[in-house]
């Protein structure tokens, strides 16, 4: 078909290809049913002729639909695929317009708006980044200063939920509970004598000094709750004398202040906003592909908290399978028996990663696979994985087609995701790769009206048969 034609012309063209396709079918099942009432029977004839023609114009629609699906359909849904990740993934490559080339004057026109708002963007973010820098030096002067004080420092919100919380105290937490932003404060200290202590300190508005009891053990820990200027969150700072960290692995301050402001959420988690989820993003590397008789070598994972991944939060280690690694298997992600010969099993690493991942949407890409190892080695430990989960290339599917390639190279390419070769195949750096797709991907979800994590779920269920013909 000519390029230089225009998408009417190229709409018309197909209408009049099925009207003089249909008039064949139509003319065909006539002359044959002609012959036919040579015979006699003339009802015999016409029920021929009819079928004929009828079964004509059914192939003639189903073969023009297929051109129609190929050089319009599909083009247009990858087109707005393409342009919503430009418009609300921060994407900034070249569009590509190659499969849009019957469009007409469609793709020209795409490529052009999506070039100006590239262009518009990065003079808007260099804008930004001039008026902020001053504001940021002083960020990254208080971050380091928050880092070098010996106290151990949590700052909870109103809602009781981590937001801040520096090295010397994760190193308290972590004796409790995994340290995570954004987690809720009666996950490491009981909830009754905190809610009771935070009425105090709302009375007095002055230093309040507590022995808080923790949810695991008969840990008790000295500390002192203090209100802040604003709002009704406090800060914690707790005997860092309880802190064990190695100095040779030390912890980041990790804080996100825009938790600070709290929200009434729907207490259901299908009905919530998706920047008000926590989400804990997870890759496996293994000794093959078989999750019934396979074992894990290798776990990464990472949180994402308000739509952006939280540095210092990684999960990140080696499993010893029990068994000979297959030298197939380490050609692929490079790990061999030495290398986990010290490492966790895979039922405690499990454990680990399902206390990691507690009060979070589970994400992987090819998730049936990989929580595969993890609810069978769960089963030893009796662990209940009742979070809800998120597939990428499910994700990948509604955004850009079901018949789109979705796989975690082809989602890195489309949305200017890097993943540096050393760590491809890596579980750690699949996982870091896949959370950088999830981030960009959310606020294109919720530019098609996708706002909550129900109707997610709804949308990844029509496309249930990808992963069905993946595993």
């Known amino acids: 078909m000519p390029r230089d034609l225009s998408l009417r012309t190229r709409v ?6 099925i009207a003089i396709a ?11 049913g002609a012959r036919h009432a040579e015979n006699g029977d003339l009802n015999s004839a016409l029920t021929y002729a009819g079928l004929v023609a009828a079964l004509g114009i059914l192939a003639v629609t189903a073969g023009v639909w297929l051109l129609f699906d190929e050089n319009v359909a599909k083009p247009i849904e990858r087109l707005s695929a393409e342009m919503r990740s430009r418009a609300h993934a921060g994407v900034s490559s070249t569009l590509n317009t190659d499969d849009a080339r019957y469009l007409g004057d469609l793709a020209p026109a795409a490529r052009a708006v999506t070039g100006q708002l590239s262009h518009n963007s990065t003079a808007a973010a260099r804008a930004v980044a001039d008026a902020t820098q001053h504001l940021a030096t002083d960020r990254e002067q208080l971050k380091t200063l928050l880092t070098d004080i010996p106290l151990a420092i949590v700052l909870v919100n109103a809602a009781h939920q981590i937001t801040l ?6 190193g308290v937490l972590s004796q409790i509970h995994v340290p995570r932003l954004n987690a809720s404060i009666f996950d490491y200290f009981d909830k009754a004598q905190l809610v009771a202590a935070h009425v105090t300190l709302q009375a007095k508005r002055n230093c309040l000094p507590v022995t808080l009891r923790t949810t695991q053990g008969e840990l008790e820990i000295d500390a002192r709750l203090l209100p802040l200027s604003r709002g009704d969150g406090y800060m914690i700072v707790l005997d ?8 040779d692995d030390a912890r980041p301050l990790v804080y996100d202040f825009a938790l600070t402001t709290t929200q009434d959420l729907p207490p259901q988690l ?5 920047n008000a989820l926590n989400f804990v993003v997870f890759d496996t590397e293994t000794t093959g592909l078989m999750p019934h008789k396979d074992d894990i070598v290798q776990l990464g994972a990472v949180r994402v908290v308000n739509g952006r991944i939280v540095a210092g939060e990684e999960l990140n280690t080696l499993v010893n399978p029990g068994r ?3 030298l197939a298997s380490t050609k692929v992600h490079g790990i ?24 979070a949407v589970i994400v992987a890409h090819n998730a049936p696979f990989d929580m595969a190892f993890m609810r069978r080695y769960g089963k030893s430990n009796q662990l209940v994985w009742d979070q809800p989960i998120l597939d990428t290339v499910l994700l990948s599917a509604i955004l850009f087609g079901a018949s789109a390639t979705h796989t975690l190279d082809a989602l890195c390419d489309r949305l200017d995701v890097t993943i540096p070769s050393a760590l491809r195949h890596t579980a750690l750096g699949d996982a ?19 706002t909550t994590f129900e109707r997610i779920l709804t949308e990844t269920r029509k496309h249930g048969k990808l992963l069905e013909d993946l595993n």
């Open 12 to 17: 018309l063209l197909f209408f009049v290809l």
């Open 22 to 32: 249909g008039l064949v079918a139509v003319g065909l099942g006539l002359f044959l």
């Open 165 to 170: 919380y520096d090295g010397q105290a994760a």
């Open 240 to 247: 860092a004398a309880h802190a064990l960290i190695d100095a």
């Open 270 to 274: 299908e009905n919530r906003p998706l």
């Open 324 to 326: 000979a690694i297959p």
């Open 336 to 359: 061999a028996d030495k290398m986990v010969l010290d490492a966790p099993d895979p039922i405690a690493t499990t454990a680990r990663f399902h206390a990691y991942a507690q009060g």
């Open 432 to 450: 870091h790769a896949t959370a950088e797709v999830l981030c960009k991907m959310l606020p294109m979800l919720k530019s098609r009206g996708l």
